[in-house]
């Protein structure tokens, strides 16, 4: 059962009355009429890495009370929509979900995003097969109703594992805090706050650096699942050279206790490594080439730091 700061069934559970606004001029009626067809509706929220707080309820419980009450329970979500689109799907109808509520930004784009950090690139589409438009809100706080499409495709008990699977990517040194979204708060008058969401790098890249005065650590990770003794996952890393038109060719390897993979990158040429590794192995990345001072290919950059080269995604999916 999900949370219910999260998921709630029209009528019988929705904490602060989202859809509880009387009158037919409500914001939210045209969502009410849709959702009052069935007695079996329920919703879940669901956003991407920046406009989680632009649906209302989730505003107004971070005011109030905090972000961690907020966004209770919410890493499950993410973690099965991490696991891809087909995942997912069967996540929500397993749950029980008939439909999500998407922030007016995520609908405008088309798709939950969120980049790899502990988990992998999430990047879940908004449209068939997987989810139908079906209504919004309007006025503040504007969000948009999808209803959850069945595939047919089985949810039984044989699959139990795969929805219900916990796991984090669990990174070497600092290296999880840098690739993470970065939260920042700002008071700007009396109980007052402005919040930003966003990624040291932006959401497209994230940047593997070399201290110049400190020698090379290359990054590694293993992937952790608390409840399960044995689980192997399908990843897919695609690698950038950095950075720029001018960025200098690089080789990267990716080695696991029981393979290698080595791809060749450069400006505009990315390469990706797909390879199947067990919960618990550790999986080691290396620039094979010297990192580059940026100035070398960039004159104008006076970044000390030696940039070796870019991730722009990680996917992870679980393989029954």
Known sequence: ??????????????????????????????????????????????????????????????????????????????????LGDLSFNKYLRRQGVT???????????????????????????????????????????????YKVLDLGSSISSSNKLELDLEYSIDWNSLWDTWFGVQRRVQEIGMYTYSYLYTYVDGPDVSWVFQNPVQSHQPVNFYISTP????????????????????????????????????????????????FIVDNNQRVVIDNVLPCRAAATFSPDDDNPLLFCYGISNFTVRAIP
């Open 99 to 145: 439909h999500i509520i998407v922030p007016e930004a995520s609908s405008g784009r088309g798709i939950i995003f969120h980049k790899w950090a502990t988990l992998g690139s999430i990047s879940l589409s908004l449209s068939n097969p997987y989810f139908q438009r079906e209504t919004a809100s309007f006025g503040s706080f504007p969000v948009v109703l």
């Open 227 to 274: 409840h399960t003794t044995k689980q192997k996952f399908a990843i897919s890393i695609t690698f950038v050279a950095a950075y720029g038109g001018n960025a200098p060719p690089q080789t990267v390897r990716v080695s696991t206790p029981t393979t290698t993979r080595v791809v060749s990158i450069r400006a505009g040429v990315p390469g990706k490594v797909d």
């Open 1 to 82: 059962m999900l949370v219910v700061s999260l998921l709630f069934a029209f009528i019988l559970l929705d904490p602060i009355g989202l859809l509880k606004e009387a009158g037919e001029f409500s914001k939210y009626s045209e969502i009410q009429q849709v959702l009052k067809k069935s007695k079996l509706s329920k919703v879940l929220f669901l956003a991407s890495y920046d406009d989680f707080y632009e649906i209302e309820p989730n505003f107004l419980r971070r005011n109030e009370i905090s972000e961690d009450f907020a966004e209770a329970g919410y890493n499950e979500i993410l973690t099965a929509a991490s």
